[in-house]
């Protein structure tokens, strides 16, 4: 058997690793977009690595783009196997590949229109809207912690990661010439403790662990010292100031966290009836799915629910779709928190409203969660700049730029190794593989496994092919 790493090796986007057994089956753990670089990610999205008419599985993790995005695209391109996921994942999917697929469609039109005025070669989408929709068909969905047997060699079973709505650990028990082999692919974990979220659950003991390490370098800030800061700055931006908080946020899971501890703000009369705007479609249909599954939130949630049936809506909430009216919170004065995506600054609504209040000294953009170095995201956060380009425009930098690292939906470093050695019997594994995370955060997640006791601690390469 080998697993060959083709995304988030290296880096912390397009996660792929393929497993191929000594019978010549072929199973692949997330098929992930390539994020962060606009169109300079074309190529590596295009460039899979495998044919995708030879995949016979596919198991997915989460329903994040960086782990799902180019789902369409394996489609597009002959895949008719089985999907594995979560109902939620299922779920989330559905909307979120669809919206990807718009996106896709949206940026070529507008770069095929740079191209042909530089007398240049036009590009097709990765994929359309109806590949996004016929790929549905191909989902299967399993419980966590449900055991299922693909075939009498692989069986495989899904444990709650905490990460987001219907992520999982996928546990697989591979059988080949009598010997067993387990394999854990971590996908992507959460917090010990999270607002909305359970806890990562403990998963079955693996022989081998593919684990990420988007934070194997830093320490989080206390989760409950998060609501506080994020009231503090409420109060400084829209009371004080009479500004505007803008917040670039995920659309999935992170936004709908933001919005509850903003809801428990409210019950608790904290918020002061400042306006609050998500402006995202794609979120505002999310959330709905976040109301579906609210029973399997944690238990703050549900006693939230005990006394307010809606934990992501409140008075002074407005979800947005309306182009009109994301446009009308630009010329607006009224201080205000706007809450759009994408989290990275990298596209959507949010580059907008950055763009049009950048300049301003009332204006506070709040990040509040992990930007990849290259994104605008990432670059506004460096205290030094003084202009950025957006939309091709320069603009000088006088809104403050701050961030809450509370409010993040992977484990730090501390976090995931006290999850993996409550677990685990460290002893048992025989290679951990390191993926998903800058070069910094990887060499910190190396050092930091190893310090606690994991032995052969590998960090894999791009195109890597390992036997196991």
Known sequence: MTIQFLGAAGEVTGSKHLITTNSGKTILLDCGMYQGKGMETDAANRNLGFDPKDIHYVLLSHAHIDHTGLI???????????????PATRDLCELMLQDTAFIQEQDVRWYNKKMDRQHKPKIQPLFDTNHARNVMKHFYTLEYDKPYRLDEEVEFCFTNSGHMLGSAIISLN?????????????????????????????????????????????????????????????????????????????????????????????NDGRLERVPVYVD????????????????????????????DNDPFGFNSLRYITDVKESKALNRSQEPCIIISSSGMLEAGRIKHHVS??????????????????????????????????????????????????????????????????????????????????????????????????????HIAQKDECVIL
């Open 72 to 86: 369409p695209y394996i489609y597009k391109l002959g895949f008719r196997g089985k999907i594995f996921c979560t």
């Open 174 to 266: 591979i059988k080949e010439k009598g010997e067993l082999k387990r394999i854990a692919y971590t996908g992507d974990v959460g917090r010990a403790y999270s607002h909305i979220l359970s806890s990562p659950q403990v998963f079955p003991q693996c022989d081998y662990l593919i684990c990420e390490s988007t934070y194997g370098n830093r320490l989080h800030d206390d989760v409950h010292l998060s609501e506080e800061h994020l009231q503090g700055i409420v109060e400084e931006t829209c009371m004080y100031k009479r500004g505007k908080l803008l917040i670039p946020s995920f659309s999935v899971g992170r936004t709908q966290e933001i919005v509850y501890v903003l809801n428990e703000l409210y």
């Open 280 to 307: 995202s479609p794609l979120s505002a249909n999310a959330t709905q799915i976040f109301r579906r599954y609210a029973d399997t939130l944690n238990e703050q949630v549900r006693d939230t629910m005990r006394y």
């Open 356 to 457: 049009n209040h950048i300049d301003d000294p009332t204006t506070t953009i709040l990040i509040v969660g992990y930007c990849t170095p290259s994104s605008l995201g990432a670059r506004i956060q460096d205290p030094n700049l003084r202009f950025v380009s957006i939309f091709g425009y320069d603009h000088r930098i006088r809104a403050q730029v701050t961030k809450i690292e509370g409010f993040s939906g992977h484990g730090d470093y501390r976090e995931m190794i006290h999850y993996f050695s409550a677990s685990q019997d460290v002893k048992q594994i025989r290679k951990t593989f390191v993926v998903h995370g800058d070069t910094d955060a990887l060499l910190g997640m190396q050092t930091h496994l190893q310090e606690a006791g994991f032995q052969s601690v």
